[in-house]
């Protein structure tokens, strides 16, 4: 004991070994992973080790490649950056060729990094070929309407991976093909029996790394539904959708909500973190069935609760979830908060609670081996967190102080505000066309639009302000409410009379108000 307390602990000693050497990474995961309190070690000593500076907007997607020396990351510029994290320099960047800003960016494992995927706000899905005189060649592979957050890779191919899209479309590529296949839509299954059906968009996709033959998908509504990928043709003839299990906590049944994340554990266990609500686990005999509204409500009482993992939240942009450890023993989320949570699986108790972002944390990605992870948010950085820190670091003094104003903040947000969508941000866009006569006297239009705010609540941090859209005609009027932090001088510049509850806002703020929509200030 005398020596430990003179020296490193155990398990900077361990880590240690494993980058000199001694270790190679699987057998230094098996050591690391065989004592629980080691690991909750390294995890009460994460830190802030770095920042990576290249991008020149919010960083929106991190990912290490297969054996874990190599960064890759997507931002709002639309480049993809390579960084040697270890040297925490950035090996090199080029354009994706998006029009939009970079959701996803994935290399595929065993072609030497160099091939990667990405995703984007255009719809697009495109490869980036990295070619023997560094120059990279992009093409694009496929295309969904409106977003793509998320692409999943089947597990140990270098050809193989899908897609999925607010389109409520999921595609399978394969690279040795030129085309993609549309494998299914989901649709609501409340309007699975009408003549025209409702989609749901989708925000994650995630294959089981234990049966790659099942892909979750998560989005617009609330169930998880788990799809058997043996059952779909890749000609894409009679391709239905066919779910065969869904997820979803009893008590948010009918409820407004929607997935933003997903995650499998190695044993199948499914991480599922709502929009505005929290994350939850389901082991694999909690589900629903595949057509849960047909499961009678005392069946479904009869349910075991999945694990529930609370004090963060997730309502201002699309955040991922994520495992941690070589077992999975953690979990990990970023919150509107700017803070990086994470709890342990088994209790869900909560283990450590780190500022990652001065605004917004989106995705954290654990290093497939090493005890450490990277994330990122709206700052256009890059941070890599490790187990620095010279002793075993407590929760923040205020922590129950920031996790009773996130439920505060949850709690009080109105059930019926409707997400900002696509439709509306085109709506806007018309708005613009127009100057604000035309708005109000036009009658050969048909159209009538109204831009209105209300509710302005002042704050060191900005204005709380919950925006009106209305527009429609004689026959039928539309109208969208959505609320957002504002900077004060952006309210002061805008807002003629913000204490005027129907204050008039003119033309010129609609751009301002869609470039908060692209910086994720209102979610999409």
């Not at 129950?400 to 505060?408: G, Q, V």
């Not at 004689?474 to 504002?486: A, G, L």
């Amino acid at each position: 004991m005398e020596s430990r307390r003179k020296g490193f602990p155990d398990e900077f000693t361990e880590v240690f070994r494993r980058e000199i050497g001694f270790f190679p990474p699987r057998c230094f995961t098996r050591r690391i992973s065989a004592s629980e309190w080691m690991f909750m070690g390294l995890v009460k000593r994460s830190t802030l080790y770095r920042n990576l500076n290249g991008h020149r907007g919010c960083v929106n997607t991190v990912e290490f490649n297969s054996i874990g020396d190599v960064l890759v990351s997507g931002s709002d510029d639309r480049q993809i950056i390579f960084w040697n994290w270890a040297a925490k320099s950035k090996i090199f960047s080029y354009p994706s060729g998006h029009i939009d800003n970079v959701f996803q960016a994935r290399i595929m494992p065993f072609t030497d990094d160099r091939t990667i995927i990405t995703s984007s706000g255009d719809g697009q899905v495109r490869l980036g070929q990295i070619l023997e005189n560094g120059h990279v060649d992009t093409k694009r592979l496929g295309k969904h309407q409106g977003n793509v957050y998320k692409l999943d890779i089947e597990p140990g191919s270098p050809h193989i991976f899908y897609s999925c899209g607010e389109d409520g479309v999921v595609q399978h590529f394969d690279l040795r093909s030129n085309s993609a296949t549309k494998l299914f839509c989901c649709f609501s299954f409340k309007t699975l029996n009408q003549q025209s059906q409702k989609s749901i968009g989708l925000n994650a996709i995630v294959i089981d790394p234990r049966n790659p033959n099942y892909l979750a998908v998560g989005g617009s509504d609330e169930y998880a539904r788990v799809y058997d990928i043996r059952k779909y043709q890749w000609d894409s003839s009679n391709n239905l959708d066919r779910p065969v299990n869904t997820f979803c906590p009893s008590h948010l049944v009918g409820a407004d909500v929607q997935i933003t994340g997903l995650a499998y554990s190695n044993t199948s266990e499914l991480l599922v973190s709502y929009n505005d609500e929290l994350i939850y686990l389901f082991q694999k005999n909690m589900g629903m069935g595949p057509s849960p509204l047909s499961l009678p409500p005392e069946e479904s009482q009869k349910l075991e609760k999945p694990q529930v993992y609370s004090g963060h939240r997730n309502a201002r942009t699309v955040k991922g979830v994520s495992f941690f450890s070589p077992k999975d023993d953690y979990v990990l989320s970023g919150s509107d908060c700017g803070h990086i949570f994470i709890w342990k699986k088994k209790t869900a108790k909560l283990v450590r609670l780190m500022v990652g972002d001065r605004q917004i944390v989106n995705h954290l990605q654990p290093h497939p081996y090493m005890p450490f992870f990277a994330s990122c948010g709206i700052e256009d950085s890059v941070k890599l967190w490790l187990p620095m820190a010279d002793d075993i670091r407590p929760l923040p003094d205020d922590a129950e102080k920031i996790m009773e104003s996130n439920r505060e903040a949850r709690e009080n947000h109105s059930s019926s505000t409707i997400l900002l969508t696509p439709d509306v941000i085109m709506n806007l866009l018309r708005l613009q066309r127009h100057d604000r006569a035309d708005i109000e006297n036009d009658e050969e239009d048909g159209d009538t639009y109204l831009l209105g705010f209300s509710h302005v609540e002042a704050s060191s941090e900005g204005g709380l302000t919950a925006f009106y859209l209305c527009w429609g005609d004689s026959d039928k009027q539309y109208r969208f409410d959505h609320s957002f932090r504002i900077p004060n001088e952006a309210l002061e510049e805008n807002i003629a009379d913000p204490d005027d509850e129907f204050s008039k806002i003119t033309l010129d703020f609609c751009p301002l108000l869609l470039q908060f929509v692209r910086n994720g200030f209102c979610p999409l």
